[in-house]
């Protein structure tokens, strides 16, 4: 793990065993991650709080202002 949203997510969500059981996985799987999976995005981030564009910046770009 090395991804700073990723490591902000399993600190929010109270360490990776209780991200993991909030998502129905299991701890090693949580642990395998780079980043939090784009497939998981949605739902870590209603469990965390953390907006899917911190979580993931490359599919979740910013609004840009007009």
Do not use: C, H
């Amino acid at each position: 793990m090395s991804d700073e949203a990723l490591t902000l997510a399993i600190k929010v969500a109270g360490g990776a065993k209780n991200l993991a059981t909030a998502l129905g996985i299991s701890p090693p799987a949580v642990y395998q991650w780079d980043r939090v999976p784009a497939e998981r995005v949605g739902k870590v981030s209603a469990l965390t709080g953390i907006p899917p564009q911190v979580l993931r910046p490359d599919l979740f770009p910013k609004a840009v202002a007009s």
